[in-house]
């Protein structure tokens, strides 16, 4: 089991013995007040997460009395009377059932009787507490007093001074100081004026003349800043110079925000002595079970206190910035969007996209054919001996020359328009389809294999052996090349691929194929036309173009 649980238990045995001793043995903590003042009385044996009964007296029946009343488990005297002198119990409403008694003793006059002792060194500087925590921690207290023997402090030599928590700085203590202190604190609660009292008894312990006592040194910490997470368990370090040798009159404790760590349940305190060289160091680790932002950015020092002098480290809690973590996700996740977005946009308008950066391309290049040919596209189709057919070559003599050759300067080799008649037709097909970019495919859906119905038929060209020679130039071209240097295009309807050759219904599945619709109002042809030059390789600067 680690040391700060034993310490928890401990803890908790000696309270749990100390409230038995109260209910058993008839000793009970009394508390010295002053008629007309305001007093809050704490069950000791309860946290802040305990619920508490309150009664006066030992039997749980009996009603507090007027003037006195429970307020987040404490018991509040607003104000003390007369009245009101005797004993109260608080018991825990939990499984444990633990009481604990006190004793209230009511005086008339302004300084209450001192609840305890305190012993200072000759010549030590030293504080005494207020010993009212609850008044403080309403965080509405005004001025507070310190009166000796019920006068104003008054000594020679260096004067009192009052630090955070009502603490009273005695500097340099003589016989003179001993006496009875009282801690006044005014206070407005609920808009009216209330004083708050306790006294405590000190006095001088004569001094061993041999006795030589060391300045002590914080070493760590000095003015530090640490970064923890909020819910996380931290421990901090104080390391301090003791002297030649370990004494009991120089102390080590730590507060927060000027509460001492003592009082706070989430906090825990250990302490370790080393030696080095014939020097003492103290090595005090204040823990914190659970990091809560009533600790962030709140000063918590180390003290160390000797007969000598008193020195004080001090640092503060700082919650991690994660605003560069969350600025980093959040600028990889708008670029992953961002890249998303431009990925489906160019997907969308790929086809546009690469248009105008043709257009663009040509405004700035100068050069002609870079690859030496002389067409862009051979277009091949069936020759008219049918209604179907004669579809097709009026797509491929005139519909298409007309938007490609004249409105987008596209150089086009068509057969039938452009071969010479007496020409050896397979060194001309062959030739010329080296000398094209693109092989443009018109098919209809009376296109046929030439195996089609186990009938031996020209494929595509109706006995036009020319087509059929042409198109195998081609295909074989594009595939042997792996360029997709052919276009498909379908006019009059969908095309039954599974009656064609293999090598068309490859190129149909690898690049898919262009359909043109015959105008109307309903459809103009407009992303036929933009996928066609999408597929078709960019014009040469120089042409002579003509914007749609």
């Not at 003349?209 to 040194?217: C, G, L, Q």
């Not at 004080?312 to 961002?338: I, N």
């Not at 091949?380 to 049918?386: G, M, N």
Request: aromatic share 8%.
């Amino acid at each position: 089991m680690a040391a700060v649980d034993w310490v928890f238990l401990l803890a908790a045995a000696l309270s749990l013995a100390f409230a038995v001793a109260h209910n058993h043995s008839g000793e009970i903590d009394t508390y010295h007040v002053s008629a007309g003042h305001l007093f809050v009385l704490r069950c000791l044996i309860a946290d802040a997460h305990t619920n508490v009964t309150w009664s006066r007296g030992r039997r749980r029946n009996l009603s507090l009395p007027a003037g006195v009343e429970v307020r987040d488990g404490l018991l509040w005297f607003l104000p003390v009377q007369m009245s009101h002198n005797g004993s109260y119990t608080c018991e825990k409403r939990d499984e444990t059932g633990l009481r604990m008694e006190f004793a209230v003793s009511v005086s008339s006059g302004e300084c209450p009787d001192p609840s305890e002792t305190r012993y200072i060194t000759e010549g030590v500087s030293e504080r005494l507490p207020c010993k009212q925590r609850e008044i403080f921690g309403l965080n509405n207290t005004g001025i507070v007093r310190w009166m000796k023997d019920c006068h104003p402090v008054e000594r020679q030599g260096e004067p009192i001074s009052v630090e955070e928590e009502g603490f009273m700085r005695l500097p340099a203590a003589s016989e003179e100081d001993a006496g009875k202190y009282t801690c006044l604190v005014d206070i407005s609660l609920n808009g009216r004026k209330y004083t708050t009292a306790r006294s405590i008894r000190l006095k001088i312990k004569k001094r061993d003349a041999s006795t030589v006592f060391m300045e002590p040194e914080i070493l760590f910490p000095q003015n530090e800043v640490i970064v923890v997470e909020v819910g996380t368990r931290v421990e901090l370090k104080c390391l301090a110079y003791m002297g030649a040798s370990e004494d009991n009159e120089t102390l080590m404790f730590w507060t927060v925000d000027t509460t001492d760590s003592d009082d706070l349940d989430e906090l825990s305190l250990s302490t370790k002595y080393t030696r080095d060289r014939g020097r003492v160091y103290c090595l005090s680790t204040l823990s914190i079970s659970e990091v809560r932002h009533k600790f962030l950015n709140v000063p918590i020092r180390c003290y160390v206190r000797s007969p000598a002098d008193e020195k004080v480290g001090l640092l503060r809690l700082q919650e991690a910035d994660h605003s560069a973590l969350y600025t980093s996700v959040a600028l990889c996740l708008a670029a992953s969007l961002t890249t998303l977005a431009l990925a489906a946009a160019f997907h969308l308008f790929k086809v546009d996209l690469v248009l105008v950066y043709r257009k663009l391309l040509r405004s700035f290049s100068k050069q002609q054919a870079p690859d030496g040919k002389l067409y862009d596209a051979y277009v091949s189709f069936l020759r008219p001996d049918t209604l179907s057919s004669a579809g097709m070559a009026s797509f491929a003599l005139h519909i298409l020359p007309e938007v490609l050759e004249n409105q987008h300067g596209y150089s086009l080799y068509i057969r039938g328009r452009d071969d010479c008649p007496g020409e050896a037709v397979h060194d001309v097909i062959s030739a010329t389809l080296r000398q094209c970019r693109r092989l443009i495919i018109i098919l209809s859906p009376e296109a046929k294999s030439s195996t089609h119905g186990g009938q031996e038929e020209e494929p595509l060209c109706d006995n036009q052996k020319q087509l059929c020679y042409e198109q195998k130039i081609g295909l074989y071209d594009a595939l042997t090349q792996n360029d997709s240097r052919v276009i498909l295009v379908e006019i009059g309807g969908p095309v039954d691929y599974s009656c064609l050759p293999e090598s068309l219904r490859y190129i149909k599945r690898k690049q898919g194929s262009l359909e043109w619709k015959k105008p109307s109002p309903l459809c103009s042809n407009r992303n036929f036309w933009k996928n066609l030059r999408y597929h078709m390789p960019s014009v040469p600067a120089g042409r002579l173009q003509t914007v749609v």
